[in-house]
T-cell receptor, first 112, second 112 residues
Framework: GAVVSQHPSWVICKSGTSVKIECRSLDFQATTMFWYRQFPKQSLMLMATSNEGSKATYEQGVEKDKFLINHASLTLSTLTVTSAHPEDSSFYIC????????FGPGTRLTVT | ELKVEQNPLFLSMQEGKNYTIYCNYSTTSDRLYWYRQDPGKSLESLFVLLSNGAVKQEGRLMASLDTKARLSTLHITAAVHDLSATYFCAVDSTNRDDKIIFGKGTRLHILP
Protein backbone atom coordinates (compact mmCIF):
# COMPACT_ATOMS: atom_id res chain seq x y z
CA GLY A 1 0.00 0.00 0.00
CA ALA A 2 0.85 3.66 -0.18
CA VAL A 3 3.50 4.86 2.24
CA VAL A 4 4.06 8.28 3.76
CA SER A 5 7.21 9.06 5.71
CA GLN A 6 8.10 11.89 8.05
CA HIS A 7 11.44 13.20 9.20
CA PRO A 8 12.52 13.62 11.89
CA SER A 9 10.49 11.31 14.07
CA TRP A 10 11.29 13.44 17.08
CA VAL A 11 13.05 16.74 17.64
CA ILE A 12 13.95 18.91 20.59
CA CYS A 13 14.63 22.59 20.00
CA LYS A 14 15.10 25.70 22.07
CA SER A 15 12.58 28.50 22.31
CA GLY A 16 12.98 31.03 19.55
CA THR A 17 14.53 28.67 17.05
CA SER A 18 12.89 27.21 13.95
CA VAL A 19 12.43 23.58 13.09
CA LYS A 20 11.52 21.92 9.80
CA ILE A 21 9.54 18.72 9.44
CA GLU A 22 9.45 16.82 6.16
CA CYS A 23 6.61 14.71 4.82
CA ARG A 24 7.20 12.45 1.83
CA SER A 25 4.95 10.23 -0.21
CA LEU A 26 7.23 7.33 -1.04
CA ASP A 27 5.47 5.47 -3.83
CA PHE A 28 2.90 7.89 -5.20
CA GLN A 29 2.59 11.51 -6.13
CA ALA A 30 0.56 13.80 -3.93
CA THR A 31 -0.58 17.18 -5.16
CA THR A 32 -2.20 17.67 -1.78
CA MET A 33 -0.95 16.85 1.68
CA PHE A 34 -2.39 17.67 5.06
CA TRP A 35 -0.72 18.70 8.30
CA TYR A 36 -2.25 17.90 11.66
CA ARG A 37 -1.31 18.66 15.22
CA GLN A 38 -2.28 16.47 18.11
CA PHE A 39 -2.06 17.30 21.79
CA PRO A 40 -2.06 14.54 24.41
CA LYS A 41 -5.36 12.72 24.76
CA GLN A 42 -6.97 14.80 22.02
CA SER A 43 -8.01 14.19 18.47
CA LEU A 44 -6.10 15.32 15.43
CA MET A 45 -6.53 18.96 14.56
CA LEU A 46 -6.12 19.88 10.90
CA MET A 47 -3.71 22.78 10.60
CA ALA A 48 -3.39 23.31 6.88
CA THR A 49 -3.59 21.88 3.40
CA SER A 50 -0.35 21.81 1.47
CA ASN A 51 -0.86 22.33 -2.26
CA GLU A 52 1.76 21.55 -4.86
CA GLY A 53 2.30 24.59 -7.06
CA SER A 54 0.31 27.01 -4.94
CA LYS A 55 0.07 28.45 -1.47
CA ALA A 56 -1.00 26.38 1.46
CA THR A 57 -4.45 26.96 2.86
CA TYR A 58 -4.67 27.27 6.62
CA GLU A 59 -7.49 26.36 8.95
CA GLN A 60 -9.06 29.07 11.02
CA GLY A 61 -6.92 30.07 13.95
CA VAL A 62 -3.65 28.68 12.60
CA GLU A 63 -0.94 31.32 12.18
CA LYS A 64 0.39 31.03 8.66
CA ASP A 65 3.46 33.11 9.45
CA LYS A 66 4.37 30.80 12.29
CA PHE A 67 3.72 27.51 10.54
CA LEU A 68 5.29 27.80 7.11
CA ILE A 69 4.31 25.13 4.63
CA ASN A 70 6.07 24.49 1.35
CA HIS A 71 5.00 21.80 -1.11
CA ALA A 72 8.36 21.54 -2.82
CA SER A 73 7.52 18.70 -5.19
CA LEU A 74 4.86 16.10 -5.91
CA THR A 75 6.33 13.90 -3.17
CA LEU A 76 7.49 16.39 -0.54
CA SER A 77 5.84 18.87 1.78
CA THR A 78 7.61 20.64 4.62
CA LEU A 79 6.28 22.29 7.75
CA THR A 80 8.53 24.84 9.43
CA VAL A 81 7.66 25.95 12.92
CA THR A 82 9.21 29.39 13.26
CA SER A 83 10.22 31.07 16.50
CA ALA A 84 9.10 28.02 18.43
CA HIS A 85 7.59 28.34 21.88
CA PRO A 86 7.00 25.63 24.47
CA GLU A 87 3.28 25.69 23.64
CA ASP A 88 4.17 24.51 20.13
CA SER A 89 5.31 21.23 21.63
CA SER A 90 3.04 18.63 20.12
CA PHE A 91 2.78 15.61 17.84
CA TYR A 92 2.68 16.65 14.19
CA ILE A 93 1.28 14.23 11.63
CA CYS A 94 1.04 14.61 7.88
CA UNK A 95 -1.18 12.73 5.49
CA UNK A 96 -1.62 12.34 1.76
CA UNK A 97 -4.75 11.19 -0.01
CA UNK A 98 -4.71 8.42 -2.60
CA UNK A 99 -8.20 6.90 -2.76
CA UNK A 100 -7.87 6.78 1.02
CA UNK A 101 -5.95 8.90 3.48
CA UNK A 102 -2.41 7.72 4.29
CA PHE A 103 -0.79 9.03 7.42
CA GLY A 104 2.85 9.53 8.19
CA PRO A 105 4.37 8.14 11.38
CA GLY A 106 4.35 11.54 13.09
CA THR A 107 6.97 13.91 14.51
CA ARG A 108 7.19 14.61 18.21
CA LEU A 109 8.31 18.22 18.74
CA THR A 110 9.49 19.37 22.15
CA VAL A 111 10.38 23.01 22.62
CA THR A 112 12.43 23.78 25.72
CA GLU B 1 -20.79 21.90 8.95
CA LEU B 2 -20.03 18.20 9.07
CA LYS B 3 -19.60 16.90 12.60
CA VAL B 4 -18.52 13.50 13.82
CA GLU B 5 -19.42 12.30 17.29
CA GLN B 6 -18.09 9.22 18.99
CA ASN B 7 -19.25 7.58 22.13
CA PRO B 8 -18.14 6.62 24.56
CA LEU B 9 -15.02 8.76 24.73
CA PHE B 10 -13.46 6.48 27.29
CA LEU B 11 -14.10 2.83 27.90
CA SER B 12 -12.58 0.52 30.44
CA MET B 13 -13.53 -3.09 30.08
CA GLN B 14 -12.52 -6.56 31.13
CA GLU B 15 -10.85 -9.03 28.85
CA GLY B 16 -13.26 -11.43 27.27
CA LYS B 17 -16.16 -8.98 27.16
CA ASN B 18 -17.91 -7.56 24.10
CA TYR B 19 -18.50 -3.92 23.50
CA THR B 20 -19.46 -1.43 20.81
CA ILE B 21 -18.18 2.02 19.96
CA TYR B 22 -20.58 4.31 18.14
CA CYS B 23 -19.87 6.96 15.54
CA ASN B 24 -22.52 9.39 14.35
CA TYR B 25 -21.99 11.96 11.64
CA SER B 26 -24.19 14.91 10.82
CA THR B 27 -24.44 14.93 7.00
CA THR B 28 -24.10 12.46 4.18
CA SER B 29 -20.53 11.49 3.40
CA ASP B 30 -18.91 9.20 0.85
CA ARG B 31 -16.68 7.16 3.12
CA LEU B 32 -16.25 6.35 6.76
CA TYR B 33 -12.95 5.34 8.31
CA TRP B 34 -11.88 3.67 11.49
CA TYR B 35 -8.34 4.17 12.77
CA ARG B 36 -6.40 2.86 15.69
CA GLN B 37 -3.78 4.92 17.50
CA ASP B 38 -1.35 3.54 20.07
CA PRO B 39 0.34 5.95 22.52
CA GLY B 40 3.09 7.92 20.84
CA LYS B 41 2.26 6.51 17.41
CA SER B 42 0.46 7.71 14.35
CA LEU B 43 -2.80 6.37 12.97
CA GLU B 44 -3.24 2.84 11.70
CA SER B 45 -6.03 2.32 9.22
CA LEU B 46 -8.48 -0.38 10.30
CA PHE B 47 -11.49 -0.12 8.00
CA VAL B 48 -12.87 1.95 5.16
CA LEU B 49 -16.64 1.66 4.74
CA LEU B 50 -18.20 2.83 1.52
CA SER B 51 -21.81 1.86 1.27
CA ASN B 52 -24.93 1.35 3.31
CA GLY B 53 -24.93 -1.98 5.07
CA ALA B 54 -21.19 -2.45 4.65
CA VAL B 55 -19.66 -4.75 7.22
CA LYS B 56 -15.98 -5.49 7.58
CA GLN B 57 -14.22 -7.71 10.06
CA GLU B 58 -10.63 -8.13 11.09
CA GLY B 59 -9.92 -10.43 13.97
CA ARG B 60 -11.94 -9.36 16.99
CA LEU B 61 -13.02 -6.07 15.41
CA MET B 62 -16.05 -5.64 13.21
CA ALA B 63 -17.21 -2.37 11.69
CA SER B 64 -20.55 -1.63 10.12
CA LEU B 65 -22.16 1.32 8.39
CA ASP B 66 -25.75 2.52 8.23
CA THR B 67 -25.76 5.53 5.91
CA LYS B 68 -29.46 6.21 6.45
CA ALA B 69 -28.96 6.61 10.17
CA ARG B 70 -25.51 8.15 9.57
CA LEU B 71 -24.14 5.71 12.08
CA SER B 72 -21.17 3.41 12.18
CA THR B 73 -20.30 0.93 14.88
CA LEU B 74 -17.04 -0.74 15.84
CA HIS B 75 -17.75 -3.94 17.70
CA ILE B 76 -15.16 -5.65 19.83
CA THR B 77 -15.61 -9.33 20.48
CA ALA B 78 -13.99 -11.07 23.42
CA ALA B 79 -11.62 -8.20 24.07
CA VAL B 80 -7.96 -8.83 24.74
CA HIS B 81 -5.43 -6.49 26.34
CA ASP B 82 -3.65 -5.90 23.02
CA LEU B 83 -6.69 -4.04 21.73
CA SER B 84 -6.12 -1.25 24.25
CA ALA B 85 -5.68 1.90 22.16
CA THR B 86 -7.54 4.99 21.01
CA TYR B 87 -9.97 4.43 18.16
CA PHE B 88 -10.99 7.22 15.84
CA CYS B 89 -13.74 7.32 13.31
CA ALA B 90 -13.60 9.85 10.48
CA VAL B 91 -15.63 10.71 7.40
CA ASP B 92 -14.87 12.36 4.10
CA SER B 93 -15.50 16.08 4.01
CA THR B 94 -18.55 17.07 1.96
CA ASN B 95 -16.51 19.71 0.12
CA ARG B 96 -14.70 17.30 -2.23
CA ASP B 97 -11.41 18.63 -0.92
CA ASP B 98 -9.89 15.30 0.19
CA LYS B 99 -10.15 16.37 3.83
CA ILE B 100 -11.47 14.00 6.44
CA ILE B 101 -13.27 15.00 9.61
CA PHE B 102 -12.35 13.18 12.81
CA GLY B 103 -14.33 12.28 15.85
CA LYS B 104 -12.77 12.92 19.25
CA GLY B 105 -11.66 9.34 19.64
CA THR B 106 -12.51 6.57 22.07
CA ARG B 107 -9.80 5.60 24.54
CA LEU B 108 -10.19 1.92 25.12
CA HIS B 109 -8.54 0.36 28.14
CA ILE B 110 -8.85 -3.39 28.48
CA LEU B 111 -8.06 -4.79 31.85
CA PRO B 112 -6.23 -8.12 31.92
Amino acid sequence: GAVVSQHPSWVICKSGTSVKIECRSLDFQATTMFWYRQFPKQSLMLMATSNEGSKATYEQGVEKDKFLINHASLTLSTLTVTSAHPEDSSFYICSAPRRAQYFGPGTRLTVT
Amino acid sequence: ELKVEQNPLFLSMQEGKNYTIYCNYSTTSDRLYWYRQDPGKSLESLFVLLSNGAVKQEGRLMASLDTKARLSTLHITAAVHDLSATYFCAVDSTNRDDKIIFGKGTRLHILP
